[in-house]
Antibody, heavy 119, light 107 residues
Framework: QVKLLQSGAALVKPGASVKMSCKAS????????VSWVKQSHGKSLEWIGE????????NFNEKFKGKATLTVDKSTSTAYMELSRLTSEDSAIYYC????????????WGQGVMVTVSS | DIQMTQSPSSMSASLGDRVTITCQAS??????LIWFQQKPGKSPRPMIY???NLANGVPSRFSGSRSGSDYSLTISSLESEDMADYHC?????????FGAGTKLELK
């Protein structure tokens, strides 16, 4: 069965960076775009960007350019997102999700990573 | 960016009620809209895709519709397990954008 398993919660200091992972299983990792979504204040959702593991091609929300870096490791079927120059505004839950072109929606989601930025 | 104006931001309803949540798109998005359900501490779950299609495993009491730039999610007869947050998402144009969410509570 398809699973997206994300890394654990992170507590990071302002100005630092954090890198989180999303390990895919149960499907051909290179065939599906992986998106990252931010959830702030327990409610509102924002699309950060996406990566196509087969080629490494990416698309970003302009708001997150320079903030987020997306990479993949095809050998371990893992997608990564690194957030840099963290501020309190980056404290949120971050999800990875798979876009299914067969179905036409984000069909599988990781469990989320809570990032807390605090000194 | 396309703005998705979702209403109401919260609502309370009784078991068995018919409930409707709406998202208004600031530009034409065709039918490129998904509705998600999210329960506390859980990831979003797709409920409706392409505005009117039921996602896998979703009960038939859920439905989606469109009237012009207004997209609606309707629950025909509310059940206790439907208490959750609901989000719309347009994916017609980059970047995909979400509505602000609706919190559905039991009256």
């Amino acid at each position: 069965q398809v699973k997206l398993l994300q890394s654990g919660a992170a507590l990071v200091k302002p100005g630092a960076s954090v890198k989180m992972s999303c390990k895919a299983s149960g499907y051909t990792f290179t065939d599906y775009w992986v998106s990252w979504v931010k959830q702030s204040h327990g409610k509102s959702l924002e699309w950060i960007g996406e990566i196509y593991p087969n080629s490494g091609a990416t698309n970003f929300n302009e708001k997150f350019k320079g903030k987020a870096t997306l990479t993949v490791d095809k050998s371990t079927s893992t997608a990564y997102m690194e957030l840099s120059r963290l501020t309190s505004e980056d404290s949120a839950i971050y999800y990875c999700t798979r876009w299914s072109w067969e179905l036409g929606y984000f069909d599988y989601w990781g469990q989320g990573v809570m990032v807390t930025v605090s000194s | 960016d396309i703005q998705m104006t979702q209403s109401p931001s919260s609502m309370s309803a009784s078991l068995g009620d018919r409930v409707t949540i709406t998202c208004q798109a600031s530009q034409d998005i065709g039918n490129n809209l998904i509705w998600f359900q999210q329960k506390p501490g859980k990831s979003p779950r797709p409920m409706i895709y392409y505005a009117t299609n039921l996602a896998n495993g979703v009960p038939s009491r859920f439905s989606g519709s469109r009237s012009g730039s207004d997209y609606s999610l309707t629950i025909s007869s509310l059940e206790s397990e439907d208490m959750a947050d609901y989000h719309c998402l347009q994916y017609k144009q980059y970047p995909p954008t979400f509505g602000a969410g609706t919190k559905l509570e039991l009256k």
